[in-house]
């Protein structure tokens, strides 16, 4: 079912983390730069990527499915008036993007191109957010990084180094108590395997070297990559969750209170109206609740594991956080992501309007809101526009 130009553009403007705007992006890339856009094929170049989640409702609103949906608007000086979309899971996808794009993985003169969009393509659908952290972390993983302008990132270096210091501390904390537990080995020697090993964890590509750690931490070598990943994904969420705390506790403080956020002219709201309202902050109230207490469970999870293994040389929480780290930290990052975007969008609309909003302001920041939090299929599966 098409939707209206009002959905679409909630759906476009919904954050980094849920839309992937590449087109926006590229067009900012001059044209004689050496690293260039995003993709060889010019068709992919104008299109956007969305994050679609599924939430399981008796589970803390726990992601059941993530999927990723391709749109290609139809006026791209006015993307909000529709467009073509593929959905990666479709069974014909293959098929509908050479018919969108032309591209063509068995002509000899575009094979490369072709395999090599293809491997961007299956990044962005491996991973569960569009955060900026995590597409950079993937592509640096991938060897894909250098072929990626940094536009596309949108991490300064400096923003870059500050956020990776704190999560490579952690690490190398956890990585040295493991050598500690292992026999007597001098200090020199500690810090070389802990360098080597950091290195080796951060990059999550191989376990070359690191055989009788991954063997150590009871890691399945073929998952061992993804698990080391998806390890530095928990760390760089549990720093970002520690700096918006005060600032989303602002923001619960407000939800949660029917003062000030009912509308300011609800004297004058129809019976319906009123209905809306109340079914609105029932309805996301439930949902913030849900993520935040979902957001709780796995960082303290984490938190315990890890303070057991550093604190009291006890791994076997740490052992058993990490084998199922890769799930984990899919639920986080959604979870986390749409609380941090949810509290830009009430902030800038409390900065305009004020904590007081009418009738009509509710309902465009609730309607915002609800998108972030449960970008499910039904609502963007079909990107056309109504009329």
Same mark, same amino acid.
């Given at each position: 079912?098409?939707?209206?130009?009002?959905?679409?553009?909630?759906?476009?403007?919904?954050?980094?983390?849920?839309?992937?705007?590449?087109?926006?992006?590229?067009?900012?890339?001059?044209?004689?730069?050496?690293?260039?856009?995003?993709?060889? +094929? =010019?068709?992919?170049?104008?299109?956007?990527?969305?994050?679609?989640?599924?939430?399981?409702?008796? #589970?803390? +609103?726990?992601?059941?499915? *993530?999927?990723?949906?391709?749109?290609?608007?139809?006026?791209?000086?006015?993307?909000?008036?529709?467009?073509?979309?593929?959905?990666?899971?479709?069974?014909?996808?293959?098929?509908?993007?050479?018919? =969108?794009?032309?591209?063509?993985?068995?002509?000899?003169?575009?094979?490369?191109?072709?395999?090599?969009?293809?491997?961007?393509?299956?990044?962005?659908?491996?991973?569960?957010?569009?955060? @900026?952290?995590?597409?950079?972390?993937?592509?640096?993983?991938?060897?894909?990084?250098?072929?990626?302008?940094? /536009?596309?990132? +949108?991490?300064?270096?400096?923003?870059?180094?500050?956020?990776?210091?704190?999560?490579?501390?952690?690490?190398?904390?956890?990585?040295?108590?493991?050598?500690?537990?292992?026999?007597?080995?001098? *200090?020199?020697?500690?810090?070389?395997?802990?360098?080597?090993?950091?290195?080796?964890?951060?990059?999550?590509?191989?376990?070359?070297?690191?055989?009788?750690?991954?063997?150590?931490?009871?890691?399945?070598?073929?998952?061992? @990559?993804?698990? /080391?990943?998806?390890?530095?994904?928990?760390?760089?969420?549990?720093? #970002?969750?520690?700096?918006?705390? @005060? #600032?989303?506790?602002? /923001?619960?403080?407000?939800?949660?209170?029917?003062?000030?956020?009912?509308?300011?002219?609800? &004297?004058?709201?129809?019976?319906?109206?009123?209905?809306? *309202?109340?079914?609105?902050?029932?309805?996301?109230?439930?949902?913030?609740?849900?993520?935040?207490? %979902?957001?709780?469970?796995?960082?303290?999870?984490?938190?315990?594991?890890?303070?057991? /293994?550093?604190?009291?040389?006890?791994?076997?929480?740490?052992?058993?956080?990490?084998?199922?780290?890769?799930?984990?930290?899919?639920?986080?990052?959604?979870?986390?992501? &749409?609380?941090?975007?949810?509290? +830009? *969008?009430? %902030?800038?609309?409390?900065?305009?309007?004020?904590?007081?909003?009418?009738?009509? #302001?509710?309902?465009?920041?609730?309607?915002?809101?609800?998108?972030?939090?449960?970008?499910?299929?039904?609502?963007?599966?079909?990107?056309?526009?109504?009329?």
């Amino acid at each position: 079912m098409p939707m209206d130009r009002g959905s679409l553009s909630k759906v476009i403007n919904a954050g980094r983390s849920t839309a992937f705007n590449v087109y926006d992006i590229g067009r900012r890339i001059p044209a004689d730069d050496p690293v260039g856009k995003l993709f060889r +094929n =010019k068709t992919l170049n104008e299109a956007m990527f969305f994050k679609i989640l599924e939430r399981n409702a008796t #589970q803390y +609103n726990t992601v059941s499915t *993530v999927q990723t949906l391709m749109y290609f608007p139809y006026n791209l000086a006015n993307v909000y008036e529709g467009g073509d979309s593929i959905l990666f899971d479709d069974p014909s996808f293959n098929r509908m993007l050479g018919v =969108k794009t032309g591209a063509d993985s068995k002509s000899e003169e575009s094979q490369v191109d072709y395999v090599m969009d293809l491997e961007i393509l299956e990044m962005i659908y491996s991973l569960p957010t569009l955060d @900026p952290f995590l597409l950079k972390s993937k592509s640096e993983q991938l060897d894909l990084d250098d072929r990626i302008h940094q /536009f596309y990132f +949108n991490i300064s270096e400096d923003d870059w180094k500050r956020i990776r210091s704190p999560i490579r501390t952690k690490i190398r904390t956890l990585v040295r108590r493991a050598f500690m537990t292992g026999g007597d080995v001098s *200090v020199e020697r500690m810090e070389q395997h802990v360098s080597r090993f950091l290195t080796k964890i951060w990059e999550a590509k191989d376990i070359e070297g690191i055989e009788d750690f991954v063997r150590s931490m009871d890691i399945p070598e073929e998952r061992a @990559p993804e698990l /080391f990943f998806a390890w530095k994904a928990i760390c760089y969420y549990q720093v #970002q969750f520690e700096d918006v705390l @005060p #600032q989303l506790k602002h /923001f619960f403080a407000w939800l949660g209170d029917d003062k000030v956020a009912v509308p300011v002219d609800w &004297a004058r709201l129809m019976p319906d109206d009123r209905d809306r *309202v109340e079914y609105a902050l029932l309805g996301l109230r439930d949902k913030v609740r849900d993520t935040y207490r %979902s957001i709780k469970f796995v960082l303290s999870n984490y938190e315990q594991s890890y303070r057991a /293994f550093i604190d009291e040389n006890q791994p076997r929480a740490f052992k058993d956080f990490l084998s199922t780290a890769d799930e984990d930290y899919t639920n986080l990052a959604t979870c986390l992501s &749409a609380n941090v975007h949810a509290l +830009n *969008v009430w %902030s800038k609309t409390i900065d305009s309007y004020g904590e007081r909003l009418r009738y009509e #302001q509710f309902n465009e920041l609730f309607d915002t809101l609800s998108i972030l939090f449960d970008m499910r299929r039904s609502a963007v599966g079909n990107l056309r526009v109504s009329a």
